[in-house]
């Protein structure tokens, strides 16, 4: 029965339409970044989960083991008051079904200005700085 008026409320309130919508506008917005950042490599997925690979900038090959990308920019995310998914050489976004194009801008914004700074970072040669080794 839960499950059934789950179904019925995304039908009767769009929520699935709105995910195409706003998937839409973050991954066009995502690709950007990937393009944009030496350091970023694929982006894969699909609706509103996405996940940034990051690469060696010097090699497109995969980072060293001590060079945690994904883990620098879901700390600087988080600074800036965006909660990222990451694993040392990833990001996810996994934001609410029910976002809105404000939010997918602001989004997209605080996770570029991330792996920007962690762009920064690597290409200039010092490495990403680390609050702790991982997590948040």
Avoid: K, M, W
């Amino acid at each position: 029965a839960c499950g059934l008026a789950v179904i019925r409320y995304f039908e009767s309130h769009g929520v699935l339409d709105n995910v195409r919508e706003r998937g839409a506008e973050l991954e066009l917005r995502l690709r950007a970044i990937a393009e944009r950042y030496p350091v970023a490599g694929s982006l894969r997925g699909r609706g509103l989960l996405y996940c940034l690979d990051f690469v060696d900038p010097a090699t497109g090959g995969p980072l060293p083991a001590d060079q945690p990308v994904g883990t620098a920019v879901q700390q600087a995310a988080r600074r800036r008051g965006l909660l990222v998914r990451a694993s040392p050489h990833n990001a996810t976004l996994a934001p609410p079904l029910v976002l809105t194009a404000a939010d997918v801008t602001e989004i997209a914004d605080i996770f570029e200005e991330s792996v920007a700074e962690a762009n920064e970072q690597v290409v200039s040669g010092g490495g990403v700085n680390l609050d702790v080794a991982f997590g948040l």
